[in-house]
């Protein structure tokens, strides 16, 4: 038994990395993302990823100004047009959302029907909706497989607004998100592992 706490403690000592809680904010008429801890307050942690200003596809947007809380409407819409952000952690790391709020706009006359949520692996295979509709409180597990994600909310639907000028059609709100950064297992700390799995199999059959 002594030996194997003494493996894992190597465990622990070889590792060294914690998982790091976060929130992503966005909100107040601007794009620039407010990084905080995971009970919403400052300072953030140390070892949170890199995170992007909030964009539209196709990127024709316009700050409203004088429309209390909104961050950006975009000035013309068609089916699949959304905004996005993304964030980029250190290689080797894998980055987990836990859950979003958020609350988006829409014309009646030229927006989206429906809007809907996306948890995106760059270059990875997990692609998974987390939620839907206008707003939302969400509360999800979702791995990223790889080191960046991006997180999109895309609109569908609806007769569109594909003409010229500031018709500002679909707009977000503030958004909430709460992240986990995990680092992966290093191939030194799964061989200290495997030592403790073994020594734990010799000390039960000694009992």
């Known amino acids: 038994m002594n030996r194997l706490v003494f493996l894992l403690s190597l465990v622990i000592i070889v590792e060294g990395k914690a998982v790091v809680l976060f929130n992503v904010n966005f909100g107040f008429a601007s794009e620039e993302p407010l990084i905080s801890n995971e009970g919403g307050?400052?300072?953030a942690p140390m070892g949170v990823p890199t995170v992007t200003s909030l964009t539209a596809n196709p990127p024709n947007v316009t700050h409203p100004g004088n429309v209390a809380d909104q961050t950006l409407w975009?000035?013309?819409y068609s089916d699949g047009d959304y905004f996005s952000f993304q964030l980029f952690a250190e290689p080797g790391q894998?980055?987990?959302m836990t859950n979003i709020w958020y609350?988006?706009?829409t014309d009646p006359s030229s927006g989206p029907s429906a809007v809907l949520v996306d948890f995106?692996?760059?270059?990875g295979n997990v692609s998974q909706q987390v939620a839907s509709g206008t707003f939302g409180l969400d509360f999800f597990d979702i791995l990223?497989?790889?080191s960046s994600?991006?997180?999109?909310?895309?609109?569908?639907?609806g007769d569109g607004d594909?003409?010229?000028?500031p018709h500002e059609s679909f707009g977000i709100g503030s958004i909430s998100a709460g992240f986990e950064v995990i680092p992966e297992p290093s191939v030194s700390t799964l061989l200290v592992l495997m030592g403790a799995v073994v020594a734990l199999r010799r000390n039960r059959s000694r009992m």
């Open 103 to 105: 609350g988006v706009a």
């Open 162 to 165: 594909i003409g010229a000028g």
């Open 74 to 76: 975009m000035e013309s």
């Open 120 to 123: 995106l692996s760059i270059g």
């Open 144 to 146: 990223s497989d790889t």
């Open 149 to 157: 994600v991006e997180i999109r909310f895309s609109g569908f639907g």
């Open 94 to 96: 894998q980055i987990r």
């Open 41 to 43: 307050g400052l300072p």
